[in-house]
């Protein structure tokens, strides 16, 4: 089998003002890849990006850059070809705009190579699971109390056990009444999760979570600026929260030195940046080692496919905001879960009719 050509696009996807997330961000962007071989047999990945800046950059990288490095290669050999995407550069390294190219054609080749296999990923990988546990995530900056509190109610009417709410506010105190009025409102059935966002140092996250401790946090996520890992190992000593971190972070290699430095209880590494299944699942396999759990950020329709193969995945991240018509079926939470598809790959399909109105 030989890859004969790969189609790249962008969609710009409204998020339905039926979502409070429409509040913060009113469309996100997918670059996306779609690999078609001389036997007929296509994969598709895409990666998300989130509010949609650069999204041309990624796709303008993975066009030129990255699709003719693949031409006429076999692609079931996905370890090689990731190799050759990722050292197949020298002047540009893969993180940032580069990387989610790599984790768009990366999360097509396994979509393929599962569909040539007749399997879903999670049992091509060694199926720890059939379900994971997810958390409702929201509770951004611009919402009022009220759209806080719905979104929270919605996650748990969903049944989601767990919610995570931004914490962006200069003053302290005002996070801490927002927390607490969510976590009012939800009761002790449904635990909280805050996330700082890159916005404090580490003195100012100090001053933050003492003012939060008494609200038995799952974690405090991403206190300081993601390039500083020193900082964030600060910060994880000093307070008691747990810290959680990773969604800007690329390779294994920053995640070693998050691991070395003990950095974060949690890590967090996104499919659609980290260079893709191959490299999130490397992440995973060296979280495991040093007995850290994994919990991947967003994109959690196709990252249950990672997460139900790697034996410490704790959470996936459910950021309920795509729109009905985009693809054939997405899955649900129900009871706390989100059940893996039992689709040959990732599982994921564009809705054909649909697509047209979000193609670029």
Known sequence: ???????????????????????EFPHHRLVVAEITTDEGLQGMGYSLVFGGGGAKSVHAYLEERLAPLLIGEDPLAVERLWEKMYRGDRGVRRVGLAGMAVSAVDIALWDLAGKAAGLPLYRLWGAVSDRVACYGS???????????????????????????????????????????????????????????????DVMGNVRQAKLLEDFDLVWYEEPVVSDDIDACAEVARLISIPVATGENNYTRYEFRELIEKKAA????????????????????????????????????????????????????ELMDWL??????????????AIRIPERAGHGMVFNRKSLPKYRN
């Open 1 to 23: 089998m030989k890859i004969t050509a790969i189609d790249s696009y962008v969609l710009t996807v409204p998020v339905p003002a039926s979502k409070q997330m429409a509040i």
């Open 138 to 200: 929201g509770g951004w900056g611009k919402y009022a109390e009220e759209d806080r509190v719905a979104e929270a109610e919605r996650y748990a009417s969903m049944g989601c056990r767990y919610y995570k709410m931004k914490i962006h506010d200069p003053d302290p105190a005002v996070n801490r009444r927002r927390v607490e009025t969510v976590k009012k409102a939800l009761g002790p059935g449904v635990r909280m999760m805050v996330d700082v966002n890159q916005k404090l």
């Open 265 to 316: 209880r949690y890590l967090m590494p996104d499919v659609c940046r980290a260079n893709g299944f191959s490299e999130t699942l490397r992440i995973g396999h060296l979280a495991a080692a040093h007995g850290l759990q994994v919990s991947p950020h967003v994109a959690y329709e196709i990252s249950i496919q990672v997460a139900g193969a790697l034996s410490n995945a704790f959470l996936v």
């Open 323 to 336: 729109p009905e018509d985009l693809f054939e079926e997405v899955p649900q939470c129900r009871d706390g």
